[in-house]
Nanobody, 122 residues
Framework: QVQLVESGGGLVQAGGSLRLSCEAS????????MGWFRQAPGKEREFVAR????????YYADSVKGRFTISKDNAKNTVALQMNSLKPEDTAVYYC???????????????WGQGTQVTVSS
């Protein structure tokens, strides 16, 4: 079993920055890839970024590439999402997820956090 807890959401003006954190627990966490997803009101959940615990490989959605950075701290079992140059269209609930496949499809991620709200004002 894997447990994920996000933190760090909030309200920020356009052009600002926020840092989200996801604390992961569970004996088998190293076997999973970690991803960040987001869901805006009335829209489907979409992939944002992912990272591998073991090798640190990363992958980003085109919409956030160059603005967001995903990172990990193996010692603390945490994954972070640094979000810079935020835009109003980045407003959404952001979710941390763990999956056993290196994919961007949300349905293939097996464990999810409760989500944290990010609101970017114009």
């Amino acid at each position: 079993q894997v447990q994920l807890v996000e933190s760090g959401g909030g309200l920020v003006q356009a052009g600002g920055s926020l840092r989200l954190s996801c604390e992961a627990s569970g004996r088998t966490i190293w076997n999973y890839y970690m991803g960040w997803f987001r869901q805006a009101p009335g829209k489907e959940r979409e992939f944002v970024a992912r990272i591998s615990w073991r090798g640190g490989s990363t992958y980003y959605a085109d919409s956030v590439k160059g603005r967001f950075t995903i990172s990990k701290d193996n010692a603390k079992n945490t994954v972070a999402l640094q979000m810079n140059s935020l835009k109003p269209e980045d407003t959404a609930v952001y979710y941390c997820a763990a999956g056993s496949q290196w994919v961007t499809t949300s349905a293939l991620y097996e464990y999810w956090g409760q989500g944290t709200q990010v609101t970017v004002s114009s």
